[in-house]
């Protein structure tokens, strides 16, 4: 079978710097877009700033529709699955690896595109998007994890050829939720205090303490063995400035990954008899704003 193109759907900050970077490469790539974004990139490109990766337009080719056979990227965020699902499906792609934060979207995603290869992959970086077609990628690194199934995946060769930083994890689980016990009290912390990360996770260390121990025994309990110190570890190497997507979206007053994130954890806690009150306070208090 002749090599299928590479194509990004939600050419937002992670999959409009990802689509960038992809076709600045020689890749065939295409990223999918809604009517007014794919019209905008088609006009002016794609204008990445980035001081790990260097300025510049990439000249991206854009589409409304996946192509048929596609290999995908799903880089929207975890509340639109339902609005691609129709157009994923039609599109009969050859693979789907997608980057939707969360531990409960790859059953919908597998009923969506039977036959396709699926495969749950992670992201860590931090990417704003000033405009359609301006993406500003502001932390110094871009680190991809893709689980061992799917590390001879099309998307997982793009990405290498690219130059980018692909690790491989263990299954589909252990990389959601090597990548949601991280995020969680990234996210649920700087939206609660509204500060970046540095500021946010020594504003009560008695609520961080306690928010660390329920994620961590949430995610041992499904499977994935986590203790507090070690999440406390990995959060202390961020950038003291870098901020949370949910808390750029809830500030802004956008719609949010709240529940695919937050709510996700509540849900797992509550189903393995976990008492999260932490989480579940932080999450009702972001909610109610």
């Not at 990628?137 to 998307?155: E, K, Y």
């Not at 991280?182 to 996210?187: S, V």
């Not at 996700?264 to 704003?289: F, I, K, N, P, Q």
């Amino acid at each position: 079978m002749p090599e299928s193109v590479i194509a990004v759907v939600g050419a937002g900050a992670v999959g409009g710097l990802l689509a960038a970077l992809l076709d600045r490469a020689g890749i065939d790539v295409v990223a999918v877009a809604r009517p007014a974004t794919a019209q905008a990139i088609a006009a002016e490109g794609l204008t990445i700033h980035s001081r790990h990766f260097g300025d510049g337009v990439a000249r991206v080719r854009v589409s409304t529709t996946v192509p048929d056979g596609a290999n995908v990227i799903l880089a929207t965020k975890a509340f639109a699955l339902a609005d691609v699902a129709d157009d994923l499906s039609a599109a009969r792609p050859a693979e789907v690896i997608s980057l939707l934060n969360g531990i409960e979207h790859l059953a919908r995603l597998r009923a969506d595109v039977p036959g396709s290869r699926v495969a749950g992959a992670s992201v860590a970086v931090e990417a704003t998007r000033l405009s359609p077609t301006v993406i500003e990628h502001r932390s110094p690194f871009l680190r991809l994890t893709v689980p061992g199934h799917a590390a001879d995946s099309a998307v997982a060769a793009a990405w290498r050829s690219a130059g980018l930083d692909v690790t491989v994890g263990g299954s589909d689980e252990d990389v959601l939720w090597a990548k949601l016990r991280f995020l969680a009290p990234l996210a649920l912390l700087t939206a609660y205090w509204r500060l970046p990360v540095g500021a946010a996770i020594e504003k009560d260390p008695a609520l961080t303490s306690a928010l660390l121990a329920e994620i961590a025994d949430i995610a041992s309990r499904d499977g994935v063995a986590t203790e507090a110190p070690q999440l406390a570890r990995a959060l202390a190497t961020l950038p003291p400035a870098m901020r949370s997507s949910l808390q750029n979206d809830l500030e802004a007053g956008l719609e949010s990954e709240l529940d695919a994130i937050g709510g996700a954890l509540g849900r797992r806690g509550r189903a393995a008899g976990v008492t999260a009150t932490t989480v579940e306070h932080l999450v009702a208090e972001l909610a109610a704003r």
